[in-house]
């Protein structure tokens, strides 16, 4: 299984990003996959989690309504749209499948700063 994430960076408040989490390794229609983030000095926390064939998904309270998780499993990557960036994002970004064995990419960081 590998996972890769891109599409971090620095952006201004009230800006957006996109993130990218190219998978392979494994069926990737077959499993659900999340997106998590990690604050300096703070526990990792999910952040939105999307069905295997994307029918259904779930956010953290606090992104719900900027942040939209989506996935194309012809390209086998999944997505996370960030809208109304606010500095409290500011993370490393991870993707995350979990198969009964978590696996994790390497992480991507995005800065939201004036």
């Known amino acids: 299984v590998q996972l890769v994430e891109s599409g971090g960076g620095l952006v201004q408040p009230g800006g957006s990003l996109r993130l990218s989490c190219a998978a392979s390794g494994f069926t990737f229609s077959r499993y659900s996959m999340r997106w998590y983030r990690q604050a300096p000095g703070k526990e990792r926390e999910l952040v939105a989690y999307?069905?295997?064939?994307?029918?259904?998904?779930n956010y953290k309270d606090s992104v719900k309504g900027r942040f939209t998780i989506s996935r194309d499993n012809g390209k086998n990557t999944v997505y996370l749209q960030m809208n109304s960036l606010k500095p409290e994002d500011t993370a490393v970004y991870y993707c995350?499948?979990?198969?009964?064995?978590?696996?994790w990419g390497q992480g991507t960081q995005v800065t939201v700063s004036s």
């Open positions: 995350n499948l979990w198969t009964g064995v978590d696996y």
């Open positions: 999307i069905t295997g064939t994307g029918g259904s998904t």
